[in-house]
């Protein structure tokens, strides 16, 4: 009856068991985890110490690869300069024929200006070789044909004054009509004019007493009295100093000539003034 019984097994045996065993498991892991946290430092050192000498290889090499450039860039200017002509080299190698004009680059730009008008007055001269500053002497009809000046057509002559002064009003009427005057008449001698007055009668002056013989008078062409063109010589003849006399028209003192034309300076100062 003294003999020891065993005590039956606990049904939560097992189960404390097994919670035994896993406190244990999770000792056995909270010990051995500082060891391989130890053993793992050294590969971690390893790679940041490989990090940083990248960086600092970094620092170093772009600062010196940034002051290598201008050196090549300075090489590069040096040979520009041996190649490209300056300003100056390029200006004076130029052929004269595609160099600007004088008047663009000279600094006295009036004094060559006043160079080109001369030269084009030279060459617009209204009648080359007459020159209207002077006057003929002489008498009605006695002229000398020196002191006389042919105009456009290459036959009718009058006196200078009178010459240069038609030409340009002729200038002007070209360019509204786009050819010469027609002219049937200038400079008449003495011989000329009693001829002339033995076939028109009353049409034509006393010889000596016409402004044809002073040089200061010509007739036009019909068509030149007639249209837009007779009006245009009407409007603006008296501005060259030329004009059909009061005594010439409709209900003047004299025969109805509208193609006789004056210098009407000329004739006040010397020729027959009829006015």
């Known amino acids: 009856m003294g003999s020891h ?133 002489g008498s009605n009809g006695l002229l000398k044909e020196a002191d006389l000046c042919t105009l456009w057509d290459g036959r009718t002559q009058i006196r200078a004054d009178a010459a240069v002064s038609f030409a340009v009003l002729n200038q002007a009427f070209v360019a509204r009509f786009g050819t010469d005057m027609c002219l049937t008449s200038g400079y008449r001698t003495l011989a000329q004019q009693r001829s002339v007055k033995a076939q028109k009668g009353g049409l034509a002056a006393p010889p000596g007493k016409s402004n044809h013989g002073w040089g200061l008078a010509v007739d036009l062409c019909t068509s030149e009295t007639t249209g837009v063109k007779w009006t245009w010589l009407n409007e603006n003849g008296p501005a060259y100093g030329w004009d059909n006399p009061s005594w010439a028209r409709p209900g003047g003192s004299g025969p109805y000539e509208r193609w006789h034309w004056e210098f009407s300076k000329g004739v006040q100062q010397d020729g027959e003034y009829y006015g």
Not at 77 to 97: C, F
Not at 111 to 132: F, N
Request: charged share 20%.
């Open 5 to 137: 019984r065993a005590e039956p097994a606990s049904p939560d045996a097992p189960s404390r068991r097994r919670l035994r065993e896993s406190a244990q498991t999770r000792s056995a892991s909270v010990t051995h985890a500082p060891v391989e946290r130890a053993t793992d430092r050294p590969g971690r050192k390893l790679a940041r110490l490989g990090v940083l000498v990248a960086l600092v290889g970094v620092t170093v090499v772009v600062p010196v690869s940034q002051r290598s450039l201008p050196a090549v860039a300075t090489a590069g200017d040096a040979l520009a300069d041996t190649t490209v002509p300056g300003t100056v080299e390029a200006l004076t190698s130029v052929p004269l024929s595609v160099l600007p004009p004088a008047s663009l680059v000279s600094t006295d730009a009036t004094a060559v200006r006043s160079t080109l008008m001369a030269s084009r007055s030279d060459e617009r001269d209204p009648l080359p070789g007459c020159d209207g500053t002077t006057r003929a002497p």
